[in-house]
């Protein structure tokens, strides 16, 4: 008997997941391509993700969520099962992931500094 390759069915996740990498990528006004230059992807592949026909793996969406200025964790946040609640963000999460979006690097010195001033009140 010759062995079948089995490939998983993409799932309402793999969807939703794509639905929000499309979202942040239009929020920060990014092109499919220009978004596939930052991970070392072609637009193809891109759109493919977006419309949930390929999976994300788990480093693409590190590196996916490095280039939309973001956390891995804050886009999964995002994505739910269909009847699931809604995921809640702790305060560290949201810190973290508004800290990174930051762009400038002069601006996340002077906030982490103040962040570190009120700390040790």
Wanted: charged letters at 25%; zero cysteines.
């Amino acid at each position: 008997m010759a062995s079948q390759k089995h490939k998983p069915r993409n799932t309402e996740m793999d969807l939703a997941l794509g639905q929000q990498i499309r979202a942040l990528r239009r929020k920060q006004g990014d092109t499919q391509e220009g978004l596939g230059a930052k991970v070392g992807l072609t637009f193809q592949q891109i759109q493919k993700y977006e419309n949930g026909s390929n999976r994300i793996s788990a480093l693409m969406l590190v590196k996916l969520a490095e280039a939309l200025s973001t956390t891995p964790t804050a886009i999964l946040h995002s994505v739910r099962e269909p009847d699931a609640q809604p995921a809640v963000q702790t305060e560290e999460e949201r810190l973290l992931d508004a800290f990174r979006r930051i762009p400038s690097a002069e601006a996340r010195a002077s906030a982490l500094k103040m962040i570190l001033a009120l700390a040790q009140e």
